[in-house]
């Protein structure tokens, strides 16, 4: 007699958790009212500021500090004239009620559309990167390079995730790394299969590194500067708490990394992914290492290493000094392609011009998914706003907080913080929207701003970690992961973020 299989319910893949939450998105214009604080920005053209009633109406005021004084507005002009500040920000005490927008049943096409086209820039990027890939795969460098790297680390394993967490860490708390870490997966995500650990680890030192410290942001100016400048105070105000927070949170991480990865290291079933781990070899092309196999690691093969491996600091070094944004980090990716394609499609072992070229349009197409989702991601926000009900939950929220104690007040403030991360998942976006609202919150309980700041920090990436609408549903698509195996190995983070954080945020009200 056979066994009656059990129903089993299955948690839904990336492409349908967006379609849901799409769907939802447009329902909520319907029973949310709709609301607008009005907003301010920096005209370049003119050097003029310009305030938008909720109604739509334009006016131009001179670009002083006495009209932001007027405004409400506490940040310094200079924010605005030296580019600090480049979206528009919500002026306090301006919020009115407006006419209900609701979404129709068409937007929720036509806003998966218009956010693809939104994150076309980030789109080019993961396309370029993909096709990178795919000729330095193509090559035989990559294979090559790994089996050489496997041999030589063998018995130290964990410290080459060690090193990687740190770095992340870094690159987050100092840069804001967040989209730009999608570059680092080819790379690494080979190495630490081949050293017997499984897709959560490659994840856990890469996102959740990063993550982890763009949530401690030090001197991000992509986050902590931003906030700090739409909040009108220094973004030097609580370095020192931030600084120490960063290093007990990168201490937590590395720890359950450890641990975690030790665990699958010796004994591959405790994976949360195990069941996934047969598909998710295949797609890394992961080969066993075999110590006798002779490694054929010719300077040729080096050389477009080296010349792989180069593109990616270069890009680092871009974004934190130069200014670059996914544009520039494609065109130079693309550069470092061409060069690669030459060396590969030539010479004795060469693969031709029609080889190189189907190589990369085979990593480019192979990345379609991932930048499909980032698009997706967008076009929910574009519902929200469209439906003009983002603000009205900001409204909602500062009127929440108010009158409250101080150790009552940042906790609420965590918390609002937390559910504004899955509406704005941009910390800059979210930072311009909500700082010059609730910044001036803090005021009337007799707490510094930076505080505020901080909670937004903590709060908003604490959600990130969970949110359909952050960058996590790319990074899980990239890597073929469920979205419930990243839930049960990522929810001690998040636990750990919100309580650490929290009690960080009342030490800071109650030592002030």
């Known amino acids: 007699m056979e066994a009656k299989e059990h129903f089993k319910l299955k948690m839904p893949g990336a492409f349908t958790i967006l379609f849901i939450l799409t769907i939802i998105a447009v329902a909520s214009t319907w029973v949310i009212p709709a609301g607008s604080y009005s907003k301010l920005s920096y005209s370049k053209t003119d050097s003029s500021l310009q305030v938008k009633t909720p109604q739509g109406k334009v006016t131009k005021v001179p670009s002083t500090q006495k009209e932001l004084d007027k405004l409400g507005v506490k940040i310094k002009i200079n924010e605005f004239k030296s580019g600090g500040i480049t979206q528009a920000v919500s002026i306090p ?25 939104e994150a076309v820039d980030i789109m080019v990027f993961i396309f370029v990167l993909g096709g990178l890939i795919g000729v330095v795969k193509a090559s035989g460098a990559f294979e090559s390079g790994l089996m050489a790297l496997t041999k030589k680390t063998k018995g130290h394993e964990f410290l080459l995730i060690f090193l990687v967490s740190i770095l992340m860490i870094l690159g987050g708390t100092l840069c804001g790394i967040e ?18 650990y499984d897709s959560i680890v490659c994840v856990g030192a890469i996102f959740l590194a990063s993550s982890i410290g763009t949530a401690f942001s030090t001197i991000n100016p992509f986050s902590v500067v931003i906030a700090s400048n739409a909040a009108g105070i220094n973004f030097t105000e609580g370095l020192l708490w931030r600084i120490f927070g960063c290093i007990i949170a990168g201490i937590f991480v590395i720890s359950y990394l450890y641990f975690y990865s030790k665990k699958v290291k010796e004994n591959p079933t ?5 069941v996934d781990r047969e598909s998710f070899n295949k797609m890394w092309s992961i080969k066993p290492i075999d110590d006798s196999q002779k490694v054929d690691f010719s300077i040729r093969k080096k050389v477009i290493l080296v010349l792989f491996i180069i593109a990616f600091p270069l890009m680092v070094w871009g974004v934190m000094t130069q ?25 004795r072992n060469g693969i031709g011009e029609k080889g190189v070229v189907d190589a990369f349009v085979a990593g480019s197409s192979s990345l379609v998914g991932v930048s499909l989702i980032i698009g997706l991601a967008r076009g929910i926000n574009l519902v929200l706003n469209n439906g003009l009900i983002s603000d009205t939950i900001l409204h909602a929220s500062s009127s929440l907080v108010s009158h409250m104690s101080g150790p009552i007040f940042i906790l609420v403030m965590l918390l609002i913080f937390f559910v504004l991360g899955f509406i704005v998942p941009s910390s800059s976006g979210l930072a311009v929207l909500s700082m010059p609202i609730m910044a001036p919150l803090a005021d009337t309980v007799n707490i510094p ?47 750990f973020l919100l309580v650490f954080g929290g009690l960080l945020l009342v030490a800071e009200v109650l030592i002030y």
């Open 93 to 117: 005490n301006t919020y009115q009620k407006l006419k209900q927008n609701p979404a129709g049943v068409g937007e929720i096409t036509t806003s998966m559309v218009n956010g693809t086209i």
């Open 323 to 347: 200014g670059w944004w996914f544009p520039t980090m494609a065109s130079s990716f693309l550069a470092f392609a061409i060069i690669i394609m030459l060396l590969t499609a030539t010479g």
């Open 270 to 274: 405790s994976s949360y992914s195990y």
């Open 179 to 196: 989209e730009e870490a999608v570059a680092f997966y080819p790379i690494l995500v080979p190495i630490f299969i081949a050293m017997g």
């Open 449 to 495: 701003r930076f505080v505020v700041v901080t909670a937004y920090q903590f709060g908003q990436y604490a959600m990130l970690f969970l949110a359909p609408t952050g960058l996590v549903m790319a990074t899980l698509q990239m890597l073929n992961m469920r979205y419930s195996h990243w839930l049960k190995f990522v929810w001690p983070v998040v636990v």
